[in-house]
């Protein structure tokens, strides 16, 4: 079988407990995403979900365990690697325009001020940043303008791979709606491979073409990769008509709220973590047989 | 409302200016009764007359405050007024008599409001007069003293801004130079003035050499604080751009922490300018510190209040200048 595009392999992450011991917060942690693939991370608070995050994006350093992204270990960060942080983190003394030029400046040197203006705005204009907004300060602007920007200057870099930590997080629900379409709409355009991180199961729905599921830390592990069987383009209101949508949403919800928990706190026992691949499709009907059964764990497809 | 504001806060200052000025008027108004004349008895008067003393003569000194027994002396040389005044005055003739320009007003010896404005009119008009190395305008002394204050502070700046970059980014030379800071930093910095005097000899460069060095401090440790607590989201930022150290230290800590750097730089030329007068107090020779120490050697208090008022007006200016600074650099997170 041939490596992903970006290959976790066997991470382990501990941490001091404070009392002299070691916290493992996960452990042997493998998985891949394809290229192109819009991958998200379903998990409980404390799971390691940002600490995965970290280490893919190059911030952190792992206490075993390699990322390989296009065969390549990864070691620090890299304009390769964008990042979109939870709390914006724009630079609030510059302004909308001057914080995306301020990325693109960084990954494409030579190019002259009116490329990278140019290039920005053009960016900008796809999150709907148009006119003069782009001129104010981030502290001019709503934080779901922020969150825009911050997204603009992620994609205007154009890197290999996009890190999205729960980019919505801190929004309102009307405000989410309308930045995840803007998000699919730059993320169609772009053919970019995203790894994001959220806690909104219907974000999740909505955006992903996979979503990793995570158990309760500590000793978290990746224990299923569900495919997202809903054909694209997707919509917030068409999705919930598509007949996949509630069962798979039923098979997220009832895993957090409890096989999450049943199956935390197992330690490795040797082997490596990979996730199991769950693929719920009620359109097809050779895996109709599959499906009828209630509870969700049966409804698991055969893993690859 | 805000105009409103401002326009009544002009008007209370203004009414405090004013009364602060008409009660230092009024206690130190003096009535202008010309000389202080010496009144003569009959008996005395006669005396004089006696001695072949003009009388008009006799009028005109008792006038001008001379007593009895200088006029008894005056009379006993022989001479009349016209004839003292080509000698030369009667003080030049050893008798002692009261100064018609410096008699002590009965009232208080300090400056009215009246001759300090006078005296500051004087000094605004002719600030650069050069008369003597004592007798200079007090343009030039503060120019002087502003030179001082000028280099030892951009020196100060030009040690204190990349070493509290070092210090705020390395937590090892934080650690390894915070016992220096802590010891050197609460020494006074005139009781570096002995050590400066005795290693660097001239005055001039010790004076220059205690601004450098109580500039030093707050711009060191405020700049390290600020470089220290960049917010890491920032930091991290340019840590994804692949920035090298140089271009994160100049494209996002220093404009993150410019607001906390030019916090310490106002901090510095406050206290740079308070310590270049005391200095030069000590040292001597030039510069406005200097002119109040000799305007009061002087008893001159008029124009050293002048020089007091100046030393004022120029701090106000130069913090004015570093508060402009500040909003320029200032952002909102």
Known sequence: MAKPFLSIEQLTQEFPDGAGGTLTVFEKATFGVEKGEFVCILGHSGCGKSTIMNILAGLAEPTSGVVKMDGYEVSGPSLDRGVVFQNYSLLPWLSALKNVTFGVRARYRDWSRAQVEEHARRYLAMVGLEGDVVHRKPAQLSGGMRQRVSI??????????????????????????????????????????VFMITHDIDEAILLADRILLMTNGPLARVAESVEITVPRPRNRTEIVEHPNYYAIRNHLVQFLGQRSKELAGQPADGTEHSPETVRIDKTEPSSQDDAEPAPAPTLRAVGD | MIRNLDARSALLSLVILFSCLFVWHVTTYVPDAGPVGVVLTQEQQDTLLGKNMAAEDIEYYASQGVEFPQLDQIAGLGLSRDMIDMAGGIRALGISVPDENSAPAPGSLFPSPGQIGTELWATITDPFYVAGTNDMGYGIQLGYSLLRVVIGYALAAAVAIPLGFLIGMSPLAYKALDPFIQVLKPISPLAWMPIALFTIGDSELSSIFVIFICSLWPMLTNTAFGVASVRRDWINVARTHELGTLRTALSVILPAAAPTIITGMRISIGIAWLVIVAAEMLVGGTGIGYVVWNEWNGLRLDRMIVAILLIGVMGMLLDAAFARLQRAVSYVE
């Open chain 1, 152 to 193: 603009a200057r992620a994609f205007a870099n154009q890197p290999k791979l996009l890190l999205l930590d729960e980019p919505f997080g801190a929004l309102d629900a009307l405000t989410r709606g309308t930045i995840q379409e803007e998000l699919i709409k730059v993320w169609s355009q772009t053919e970019q491979t």
